[in-house]
């Protein structure tokens, strides 16, 4: 655990949408470990009760089931409510391209009702998921906030849908925002499992299987690779900044260096060898690309260490073994 995290005053309650999913369920804890009362609405189509159940005895945790496609829902989470770490949606590309109506329902029109809900609610701030797929095929590199290129699939559009209605509920109605582009967040807690799983968590449940992972072209495509850990040292950031330039706008969220597939696959290799050598054997299998696929990612993180205060302490190799570490103790 990340232990320079900024401190939060105890007495905010603080509303986790998605706190039963990966990153909403580690935002849940750290804010509990910190004192704070917190309210996590969740559907459980995606989050997991396990990610939460150790939370149910603490006084200060609510958890609310309901969906943020339904406005009374959103409108019962809000109540008393200071701040809010919006982190629900429908994530995945090839889930969007499959299936993009109910990726926008859930993108879209429930970040819409989580809006009108905290505007109604005068919530103090509201803190939500943005994405790095909002960069499309913009072949500036590193990605910097302010040039965007188009959208490659129908989920890069929800989120950059997104970023516009959280600008004009700043602009219109004066509710504070700030969106945190993730790029590529991994860490514990994040499903290795279904047909959507994320590439680090399915890749370490393969190998630890001895099965050999499929990687969608060359190998050469790369991302910047982004732990939780540093995700959540922005969340806190967003909600403790007291800087007015800071605020109504939108910022990167990863360590800033790019690590390709090949290269992943290395690491995962070197570091679950430590607990079984036998994975050092196990062979890659090379598919062809996936349709909406980035080539490229790596961020400029200049505006949030300017801004906020971001200082990002995990780079690929150090959020790996923690990582891995935590799936190898709790999935094996």
Not at 219 to 224: F, K, L, V
Not at 271 to 292: A, E, F, M, Q
Request: aromatic residues 10%; proline residues 5%; neutral net charge.
């Amino acid at each position: 655990m990340n232990n320079t995290l900024p401190n939060l005053n105890a007495k905010y309650h603080i509303l986790v949408t998605g706190g039963a999913g990966f990153i909403g369920s580690n935002l849940c804890e750290t804010l509990l470990n910190n004192g704070n009362t917190v309210s996590c609405l969740d559907n459980f189509s995606t989050g997991k009760k396990e990610n939460i159940a150790h939370l149910y005895s603490n006084p200060k945790f609510r958890l609310i089931e309901g969906d943020i496609r339904n406005l009374e829902d959103c409108q019962n989470a809000c109540k008393g409510v200071d701040y809010i770490l919006h982190q629900a949606a429908l994530g995945s590309v090839p889930r969007s391209i499959n299936d993009p109506i109910t990726s926008n329902e859930v993108n879209v029109s429930g970040f819409l009702n989580m809006l009108v809900a905290a505007r109604d609610a005068q919530v103090k701030r509201f803190v939500y998921a943005a994405s790095s797929s909002t960069y499309g095929d913009s072949k500036n590199m590193p990605k910097v906030e302010d040039i965007i290129g188009r959208p490659l699939s129908p989920y890069a559009i929800t989120k950059y849908v997104n970023e516009l209605y959280a600008d004009i509920f700043s602009k219109t109605y004066g509710l504070e925002t700030i969106g945190l582009r993730y790029f590529n967040v991994f860490g514990r807690k994040q499903d290795p499992n279904g047909a959507y799983a994320a590439v680090i968590p399915k890749f370490v449940m393969q190998f630890m299987k001895y099965e050999s992972p499929v990687i969608n072209g060359d190998g050469t495509y790369s991302r910047d690779f982004t732990y939780i850990d540093n995700v959540i040292q922005m969340n806190l950031l967003a909600i403790v900044t007291d800087n007015k330039e800071a605020l109504n706008t939108v910022y990167n969220v990863a360590f800033g260096e790019r690590t390709n597939l090949n290269e992943l696959v290395g690491l995962l290799k070197e570091y679950l060898s430590v607990y079984d050598p036998k994975i050092t054997v196990v062979s890659v299998i090379h598919g062809p690309n996936r349709p909406g696929d980035v080539p490229h990612s790596l961020a400029s993180v200049d505006k949030a260490k300017k801004l906020l205060g971001y200082d990002p302490k995990y780079d690929i190799k150090s959020g790996l073994k923690e990582a891995v570490q935590w799936y190898w103790s709790n999935l094996k």
